[in-house]
């Protein structure tokens, strides 16, 4: 079964720190391009990085970049977000999410995992 | 960015009927547009993609069509098991984008 299971989520303070990650199983992980994609309270869906299956390609919303930073370990079926400078408008279920190609960031996302809060207050 | 207008935010309708959601891009997008699922405490479901592809596994009472700047999706025949938010996604350029959701309910 294709399976991604987000963790590392929980409260943190304005100006800290975070990471998540994502454990795929059920597919040949390095053979797809791997999204973060975060849903904010009572709001819609808001992408938030994507990485190609090589980590050469990879792109970020303009709400994050230069504060949040993606990475992928193929050996061990993982992606990661980095999340620092957290802001109150971070709080936020993070979903991970595959893509039906290799390279190509500019996709849909086929498989989701069931996500992990992140919230962040003083 | 390309902006994502979808419409109604919510929706009630009674079981068995036909319901259609729209979702406009800012500008043309071909038909790089999907459709998703949300259900609370589940992982958000691909049910189309390529603006009119279901997906394997979708049950046909599910489709969509549109290309450009337009799209609709429509469920012919509403059953409980619908009961969900609704999002389009346009991915024919970065950033992805969604529109903002359509809460699906039973009358």
């Known amino acids: 079964e294709v399976q991604l299971v987000e963790s590392g989520g929980g409260l943190v303070q304005p100006g800290r720190s975070l990471r998540l990650s994502c454990a795929a199983s059920?597919?040949?992980?390095?053979?797809?391009?791997m999204h973060w994609v975060r849903q904010i309270p009572g709001k819609g869906l808001e992408w938030v990085s994507g990485?190609?299956?090589?980590?050469?390609?990879?792109a970020y919303g303009d709400s994050v970049k230069g504060r949040f930073t993606i990475s992928r370990d193929n050996t061990k079926k993982y992606l990661y977000l980095q999340m620092n400078s957290l802001r109150p408008e971070d709080t936020a279920l993070y979903f991970c999410?595959?893509?039906?190609?290799?390279?190509?960031?500019?996709?849909?996302?086929?498989?989701w995992g069931r996500g992990t809060t992140v919230t962040v207050s003083s | 960015d390309i902006q994502m207008t979808q419409s109604p935010s919510s929706l009630s309708a009674s079981v068995g009927d036909r319901v259609t959601i729209t979702c406009q891009a800012s500008q043309d997008i071909n038909k790089y547009l999907s459709w998703y699922q949300g259900k609370p405490g589940r992982a958000p479901k691909l049910l189309i993609h390529d603006a009119s592809t279901l997906e394997t596994g979708v049950p046909g009472r599910f489709s969509g069509r549109g290309s450009g700047t337009d799209f609709t999706f429509t469920i012919s025949g509403l059953q409980p098991e619908d009961i969900a938010t609704y999002y389009c996604q346009q991915y024919d350029s970065l950033p992805l984008t969604f529109g903002g959701g359509t809460k699906v309910e039973i009358k």
């Open positions: 999410a595959k893509s039906p190609g290799e390279v190509r960031l500019y996709h849909y996302m086929d498989v």
């Open positions: 059920g597919f040949t992980f390095d053979d797809y391009a």
């Open positions: 990485i190609s299956w090589n980590s050469v390609s990879i």
